[in-house]
């Protein structure tokens, strides 16, 4: 399928921007795509299967409006209302005509008779009386919003094309909350409130503000950042001066992407009130989200829909300050509370709203299937019992790794999907621990295993349990790093990658790219390493020892082959990149135990995380991660793993 993709795009100042920049970046494995951050007067769309056009309400969209008007396509509907583009693109070029058409053609004769009132500067546009969309979505061929309330505006408004609701992405940042915190000179226990994103007066700054002065009087280290453009008509600061908050609340005015996200980062609550609505949606709400942080919304519009767990809710009305107060004051008084709504959050918009998942329905949609649906969880079998891995080890060494990692075993085969007679399942670096239990246990009907070595040999294994059974096993040899795998493309159900990928010493997207030839549409990878984030990585690196779970060289045998020792150990949030820029959606990321032996008291780390508002989930000796494939290697050479 061949896109042709109109937007305005970054530098510009505009969220939409930002949105429609990462959605490019996840639609492009999935469609060939053009990209139109401009006017283009020669623009052919015989040349496209579909064209999709990002509206929002303000003169960065002229150009896609009006070439929407002159080659219908998918119109993406940011908002429910475009009086302000209408505006720029008639009253602010002078040709009154066409803004009085499109009043009476929006509103009939009773918007007409007020647009000759504009005219006659009377009175000011009508901009939330009559939101000037009829025109667009008459000549759409279909619409994109991200949320129930928008779908039904739409269909309010008289449109009866096809309407698909794709929520709006959700951005997981990387950023140094506690460094932000020092630019502020705030240590971590001082309560943070940010306001964010453009500084206008529906977004309740003044009926927030007075909440915060009583919160001020309880807790007197709370403060507050607003971090966006002020608005021109907003006397913001002379309100701060007569609240007498100037020592609480720091204006920052606009930020680049990356300060505006620290900031973000650096909060314990966040506000993102706002009333009148449109229907919009919010960047910034979702940045706060994915990061963690508790957050207030409106209880209008597209906010509503939001589950309660994941965020409090503010009616507008009366009662509106009162109920900012309560809830600030709470949030303020108890930070478990805080972080538990946040980590709600964060797990929330991971799992529904992240961007592979809405490129995958946006390309759905333009092809005219169904929308999919998130991804299930992976399926999670009985681990076969200790006694039944057992019976299939004999020797001295190979009980004795059994034993130590026992546990890590078992957790990597109760994650791993359960197959049938005609599935087949390759376990990398096998060397028959758990291959045998892939085939009685979990139903896959053609097992086999891969092993470093000479490219083009084959082994077969055979091994026979205490109780006689009987299990074979052809070894394929290559390099996992540089050769080709000998298999088929998607040949595979699913892939195990286990304790291996930590191993590898200069090119681990290569393996990522093979399995991903290899698997099935929809196939499963399954992928276990240790955790270079644990707790018992924290407590080394905070002692002055080093972190990783096995940093030794390794011994020479004379005459032996030379064993891969730990070249790169991942963190949880690496893991889940490295299978998103692979082509893969992750469907289950744990953390568990890794090897069975005593472990140190830890308490004392998880407290400091704690103290500092640092995360404390995934932080166990062992990272478990299951990916479905959703398409093709979207980044060969991602910048994060790769200098």
């Not at 929407?68 to 429910?80: C, Q």
């Not at 991804?375 to 001295?396: I, K, N, T």
């Not at 092993?451 to 006689?468: L, Q």
Request: proline share 9%.
């Amino acid at each position: 399928m061949r896109i042709a993709f109109f937007s305005p795009l970054p530098p510009l100042k505009s969220g939409i921007a930002d949105y429609s920049a990462t959605l490019i970046e996840h639609l492009r494995p999935l469609a060939g795509l053009d990209v139109y951050g401009e006017a283009c007067p020669s623009f052919d769309p015989s040349q496209y299967d579909a064209i999709v056009y990002q509206v929002g309400n303000n003169p960065h969209h002229g150009f896609v409006y009006e070439t929407a008007l002159r080659h219908p396509g998918i119109v993406v509907l940011h908002e429910a209302n475009l009086h302000h583009l209408i505006a720029e693109l008639t009253i602010r070029r002078g040709d009154w005509e066409a803004y009085l058409l499109e009043a009476e053609y929006n509103g009939g004769a009773a918007a007409l008779a007020y647009a000759q009132r504009v005219r006659a500067l009377e009175v000011g546009p009508d901009y939330e009386g009559v939101p000037m969309t009829r025109r667009l979505l008459q000549s759409a061929a279909g619409v994109i919003v991200h949320s129930r309330f928008m779908e039904r505006q739409v269909r309010a408004a008289g449109f009866t094309g096809p309407v698909g609701v794709i929520p709006h992405g959700a951005w997981i940042p990387q950023t140094d909350g506690m460094g932000y915190r020092q630019r502020l000179g705030l240590d971590e226990a001082v309560p943070l409130v940010g306001i964010f994103g453009f500084l206008k007066p529906y977004k309740r700054i003044a009926e927030a503000l007075r909440a915060l002065r009583r919160v001020v009087r309880l807790e007197p280290r709370v403060r507050m950042i607003l971090v966006g453009e002020p608005h021109p008509d907003f006397p913001l600061r002379s309100l701060i001066q007569t609240l007498g908050l100037e020592a609480h609340v720091r204006v920052l005015g606009f930020q680049p992407l990356a300060d505006f996200t620290g900031y973000l980062a650096a909060c314990d609550i966040v506000l993102n009130l706002r009333y009148p609505t449109v229907g919009e949606s919010s960047g910034s709400l979702l940045r706060a989200l994915g990061l963690g942080k508790a957050v207030l919304v409106s209880e209008v519009g597209a906010f509503a829909e939001f589950p309660d767990e994941i965020c409090l809710k503010v009616p507008v009305g009366a009662g509106e300050e009162e109920l900012i107060f309560e809830y600030l004051n709470l949030l303020v008084a108890r930070p478990g509370l805080r972080r538990a709504l946040g980590e709600k959050a964060r797990q929330y918009v991971e799992r529904e709203c992240g961007w592979p998942l809405v490129a995958r329905r946006y390309a759905a949609f333009l092809q005219g299937e169904e929308l999919p649906s998130p991804a299930p969880p992976a399926a999670v079998s009985p681990p076969p019992e200790p006694e039944y891995l057992r019976s299939w080890v004999s020797e001295p060494e190979a009980r004795s790794y059994l034993e130590t990692h026992l546990s890590r075993l078992e957790k990597t085969l109760s994650i791993t999907p359960p197959g049938g007679p005609r599935d087949r399942i390759l376990e990398m670096g096998a060397y028959l621990q758990i291959t045998p239990a892939l085939k009685t246990r979990l139903g896959y009907g053609e097992v086999r295993g891969c092993y470093y070595g000479e490219p083009g040999r084959v082994d077969r294994k055979e091994t026979v349990s205490e109780n006689g059974e009987r299990f074979e096993c052809e070894i394929d040899l290559f390099d996992a790093e540089r050769d080709c795998f000998p298999y088929p493309d998607e040949h595979f159900s699913t892939v195990l990658c286990c304790e291996l990928i930590e191993h590898l010493s200069g090119d681990p997207m290569h393996l990522m790219g093979e399995v991903n030839r290899i698997l099935k549409p929809g196939g499963h990878l399954v992928l276990t390493t240790p955790n270079i984030v644990s707790l018992r990585a924290l407590s080394a690196a905070l002692q002055g020892y080093h972190p990783g779970f096995f940093s030794a060289y390794l011994q020479p045998r004379p005459g032996g082959p030379v064993e891969a020792r730990h070249n790169r150990e991942y963190t949880p949030r690496e893991i889940r990149q490295l299978l998103e820029e692979a082509g893969f959606e992750l469907v289950l990321l744990e953390t568990g135990p890794f090897r069975e032996e005593p472990r140190p008291e830890q308490a004392w780390v998880a407290n400091l995380l704690e103290r500092y508002g640092m995360p404390a989930d995934l932080r166990d000796d062992g990272i478990y991660a299951v990916g479905r494939k959703t398409g093709p290697l979207r980044c060969r050479y991602p910048g994060w793993l790769y200098a």
